[in-house]
């Protein structure tokens, strides 16, 4: 899949796409992440990209222009449409489910907001969606295309060496994820839970079915509420 990002700090994208799982997903060919600088077409001497706002108040606005020419520029870069998201303290909030739908899409662009934020106007003409990843200020959106494209990067067939350990990550089904142990087996900290060290892998299975379970009761009732048990667990819980 491809990434478009339009950024005034490109490098800053490209540094925090290049690491870890989703840099070797980009390695592998399975992610391919631009980033399109909206200083690149702006057309004064300046190469300015942001102006004071219409009414008065602090701060500056991005302007229409550039930006409308960097999203001119990254549609026709690829034959897919480009779905075009802002991210916006306002946006509706970024779950993992979707983080799954956008993962499976072949294309979609970031627009990364600085300043205060973006003329109204091109983010009603030119943005499909807002997405947030919190309710909280960042000082931009490069952040924000961070975590969205580290959580659908890792997403991408062939990026995790281990394609089951996304399937049981937290809020995939539904759930918290268990807790997880390694050696030591004794240390004093506290033992491991002896049934891991069983071998009996439907016991093991039923175990961190209970413990995500207990989790979330305990950490995120509100999940509950919407959860479905599939077969599987449903027959685990009545073994
Ligand atoms: N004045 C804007 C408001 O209050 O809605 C905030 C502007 S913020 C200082 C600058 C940029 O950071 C935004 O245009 C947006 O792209 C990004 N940003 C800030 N907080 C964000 C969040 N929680 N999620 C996603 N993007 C965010």
């Not at 969606?129 to 991408?156: C, K, M, N, T």
């Not at 009996?200 to 995120?220: E, M, N, P, V, Y």
Request: glycine share 8%; net charge negative; hydrophobic share 40%.
């Amino acid at each position: 899949m491809r990434i478009d990002v339009v950024t005034l700090f490109p490098e800053f994208v490209r540094q925090c796409a290049g690491i870890g799982v989703v840099g070797r997903a980009q390695e592998r060919g399975l992610l391919q992440v631009e980033t399109w600088n909206p200083r690149d077409f702006a057309t004064d001497n300046y190469r300015s990209v942001d102006d004071r706002p219409y009414g008065g108040g602090p701060g500056m606005v991005m302007m229409i222009d550039p930006l409308r020419a960097a999203l001119a520029a990254v549609r026709a870069a690829a034959p897919e449409p480009a779905h075009v998201i802002y991210l916006s303290p306002q946006g509706a909030r970024l779950t993992q489910r979707r983080v799954a739908k956008l993962a499976r899409m072949p294309r979609f662009t970031l627009l990364c907001g600085r300043y205060e934020g973006v003329d109204e106007r091109l983010l009603a003409h030119a943005v499909d969606e807002e997405l947030s990843i919190g309710d909280y200020v960042l000082s931009g959106g490069e952040l924000a295309a961070a975590v969205l494209i580290d959580a659908v990067g890792r997403l991408q067939e062939g990026a995790l060496n281990d394609a089951q350990s996304a399937r049981q990550d937290s809020f995939s089904d539904g759930l918290l994820d268990c807790p997880h142990y390694t050696r030591p087996e004794q240390d004093a900290l506290g033992e491991v839970p002896p049934v891991l060290l069983s071998g009996d892998h439907a016991a093991i299975r039923r175990w961190r079915l209970k413990q995500s379970l207990g989790r979330t009761w305990l950490r995120r009732p509100d999940l509950l509420a919407r959860l479905t048990l599939d077969a599987e667990a449903r027959q685990l819980l009545e073994e």
